[in-house]
């Protein structure tokens, strides 16, 4: 037999093939790997397959044999993370995580990491080329999160890293100070008055993932006269929801309006008329008190 065959995992780098000459008049006259000599038996090996080849001469320095070896050095661990989604309120107590490696009997762990808090996911073994994990993200704190995978056999380990946004937060909603407007009428002032109207679009929202978002409000049609809290909402791409209050007060400003009715001239003497006079009762009784508004 003059083929042999032999593999080592990655983590070996070279082998030590001594050959064993029977015949003690024979000698090795060639000793190569992949065409490169070889010394001191020091065979290093490329990823890959590697060939070596001995050559023996006979003691009559005429007749040789070569023998050959065909070593396989591994490949390297490898394993890979696919693109992580947006952590959110939904997914964020069972996070799932999924990739693939290149080798059987591999373990792999995953660490979420924000600052100083971190949550890691049980080993998950990679069957068929993939794996998948699940870790609980809920006690991490919004906005970018360090994800870290770890392979490992007995033999060596590959570590490979992302990042992720997570975003459970609502926008940030911005709103004018409250205001005071006076009645338009008994039932209050319309939402389309120049101070409420600019007092409603004056809110704004501002989101840490989306940037500036759009804000949306429950103001009535009309405002009754007292005091009435606004509130004021945006919400993100996630579906997450912030919020904030104002007030609008309305309130009588406008003093009662007298209609006095015209002057009337009545005929008397020169002692005057008395107050009971009918005429003049029926002037007075023709005034008016009245409001602009309330």
Do not use: H
């Not at 947006?86 to 990739?99: F, K, R």
């Amino acid at each position: 037999m003059t083929s042999y065959t032999g593999s080592v995992a990655y983590p070996t780098s070279s082998v030590s093939l001594v050959p064993t000459l029977t015949d003690s008049f024979a000698s090795i006259s060639e000793y190569t790997v992949d065409g490169n000599a070889v010394t001191d038996n020091a065979v290093s090996l490329a990823v890959g397959s590697n060939a070596v080849s001995i050559t023996v001469t006979a003691e009559d320095a005429t007749g040789t044999t070569t023998y050959s070896v065909a070593m396989t050095r591994a490949e390297a661990l490898a394993i890979a993370l696919a693109a992580p989604s947006v952590i959110t309120t939904a997914n964020q107590d069972a996070y799932g995580l999924s990739g693939t490696c290149n080798m059987t009997g591999v373990s792999v762990v995953v660490t979420l990491a924000s600052g100083s808090a971190s949550a890691s996911s049980s080993a998950a073994a990679c069957n068929d080329g993939t794996w998948s994990a699940t870790a609980d993200a809920s006690s991490l704190a919004d906005g970018t999160v360090t994800v870290t995978a770890v392979g490992s056999t007995d033999l060596e380990t590959d570590t490979v890293t992302s990042s992720v946004n997570k975003d459970t937060t609502g926008p940030a909603v911005s709103v004018p100070a409250s205001i005071t407007v006076d009645a338009d009428s008994a039932d209050g002032t319309p939402a389309s008055n120049a101070a409420i109207a600019a007092f409603l679009e004056e809110a704004t929202a501002a989101d840490a993932t989306d940037g500036s978002v759009a804000v949306t409000n429950d103001a009535p049609a009309v405002f009754p006269v007292g005091a009435t809290t606004v509130t004021f909402s945006a919400s993100d791409v996630l579906g997450n929801v912030g919020s904030n209050t104002a007030v609008v007060t309305v309130e009588d400003q406008s003093p009662p309006v007298i209609d006095a009715p015209a002057v009337f001239v009545v005929l008397g003497t020169e002692a005057g008329l008395p107050a009971t006079e009918q005429a003049i009762v029926d002037f007075i009784d023709r005034k008016s008190v009245g409001r602009e508004r309330v």
